[in-house]
Structure formats: C-alpha cells, structure tokens
C-alpha cells in the first residue's frame, strides 16, 4: 500500500513553489530543477499535484492569495481622498519589493493570451480587482454597482505597471499617475 497524502507536506512544498515561481518566473518551469531547488523529487511533486499544470494553478493561486492580503493589509484609508487612495496604492504596488507579482501578473496575462486553456480561471484574477477597487472607490463610482470606475482604475495602474516593469522609468510613470489624480478632480 503506498503512502497517505501529507497535507502539511503539500503546503510546505506549495509555499516553496511559489517562493520559487515569484523569483524565477514560469517560463521554461521544468520539474527537475524546481524540484531540486526545493529539496524533493519530481515524482513527489506530482504525487502531491497530480501534474504539472495542477502544481502552477496552485502556486499561481497562492501568489494571488498573497498578493491580495498584501494588498488589502496596506489599502489606503478610505477617509483619504480618492487621489490620495490612488497614489497610496500605486506606491505600494509598484514598490521594487512587489516587483516578483508584477512580472508574474503580466508573465501570466502574456502567455495566457497564447495558451488560454492553460489558465483557465486567468479571468478570476483580473475580476477580483473589482470588489478591492469598487470598494476603495465607491465615493466616485456613479451607481452602487459600477463596474466601469474600478475597471478605469484597474486598467491605469495595470498600465503604470506595465510600462515601469518594462522601461523602469520611475520618474515617467509617477507623472502620468499625477496626471490621472488630476482628472479624478473633475
């Protein structure tokens, strides 16, 4: 008879995935090495996954996990204006710590447009946005249920981040953040 599942094994490894996906990315994830980087051996992955794409779906779910505790642990107060809730999650989120998300957020959105059954619940990780950002900014939303308010907002910071991962022009994507809390003035 082979051995019971360990739950307790299976989540120290899914931390330890995650650790390692957020440093070293998805792309070219092999079994081998990463199994090597943490200790185990491939079989034992996937006797603990079922396989290789269920052990991404999980690590990709615990990043996003993490990354919206994070997230919801440093929201701006909501007694602040909306500009200054904007800019005090721009600065957490493109923070140089943050970075390892960022690149994962956008490796994910990059490969999923080529290979979308690869992620199937890639739409989720966009969508959950909307609760965070809806409830962040409901003083300027036009109707309880507006979707299009957090939608705007997701896709300019969405958008700051992309530019900044790519370019590192810091100074640059700051200022066009001045500009888009200029137009929330109006």
């Known amino acids: 008879m082979g051995r019971p599942p360990d739950p307790a094994r299976r989540e120290a490894t899914l931390a330890r995935a995650t650790d390692y996906v957020l440093a070293h990315g998805l792309a070219g994830l092999s079994l081998r090495p ?10 034992m992955l996937l006797y603990d996954f079922g396989s290789k794409q269920e052990l991404v779906s999980s690590v990709l779910a615990e990043a996003r996990r993490r990354g919206a505790t994070r997230l919801a642990e440093n929201l701006p107060s ?13 600065a957490w989120i493109s ?7 960022v690149r994962l957020i956008f490796e994910v959105h990059a490969d999923g447009l080529a290979h979308p059954e690869n992620y199937p619940d890639r739409a989720e ?6 609760d965070t950002l809806g409830a962040t900014f409901r003083d300027i939303a036009t109707t309880p249920d507006d979707t ?3 939608t705007l ?6 958008g700051l981040l992309f530019d900044l ?3 590192g022009d810091r100074h ?15």
């Open 34 to 43: 990463l199994a090597a980087a943490l200790g185990t051996s491939p079989r």
């Open 78 to 90: 909501e007694a602040g204006s909306p500009e200054e809730r904007l800019r005090g999650i721009w």
């Open 95 to 101: 923070a140089p710590e943050r970075a390892p998300y």
């Open 125 to 130: 990780a966009i969508t959950n946005w909307f």
């Open 148 to 150: 299009v308010t957090p």
């Open 153 to 158: 907002v997701m896709a300019v910071i969405r």
């Open 165 to 167: 991962t790519t370019t």
């Open 172 to 186: 640059r994507t700051d200022r066009a953040l001045d500009r888009f809390c200029e137009l929330l003035r109006y």
